[in-house]
């Protein structure tokens, strides 16, 4: 099993920038392959962006392309979201996911199996 915790969320002004981070313990961090889904406001929880085991491959839902960035730190034992241009259609509780699934559709949550507890982000016009 993997053990998620997510930190770096917070209040922040339309059109500034937030570095969440998930530091990950437990098994080998590179077996997993790592999401993040947030959940809006009142909202269903939806895929935000994914990275490979490696880091080689990386996806993103359409609202946060270009201004979002999903990377990882495999000797750190971390993933980030990198969150620029922030809009406050991005206020939500952010959540890292994990999955050891050799074959997954990678916005669909029930793919993966370890999750966060989430962190707040709220952004403000």
């Known amino acids: 099993q993997v053990q998620l915790v997510e930190s770096g969320g917070g209040l922040v002004q339309a059109g500034g920038s937030l570095r969440l981070s998930c530091a990950a313990s437990g098994r080998t961090f590179s077996s997993y392959a790592m999401a993040w889904f947030r959940q809006p406001p009142g909202k269903e929880r939806e895929f935000v962006a994914h990275?490979?085991?490696?880091?080689?491959?990386?996806y993103y839902v359409d609202s946060v392309k270009g201004r979002f960035t999903i990377s990882r730190d495999n000797a750190k034992n971390t993933v980030y979201l990198q969150m620029n241009s922030l809009k406050p259609e991005d206020t939500a509780v952010y959540y890292c996911?994990?999955?050891?699934?050799?074959?997954?559709?990678?916005?669909?949550?029930?793919?993966?199996?370890?999750w966060g507890q989430g962190t707040q982000v709220t952004v403000s016009s």
């Open positions: 996911s994990a999955t050891e699934r050799l074959v997954v559709i990678y916005y669909y949550e029930r793919y993966y199996d370890y």
């Open positions: 990275i490979s085991r490696s880091g080689g491959n990386t």
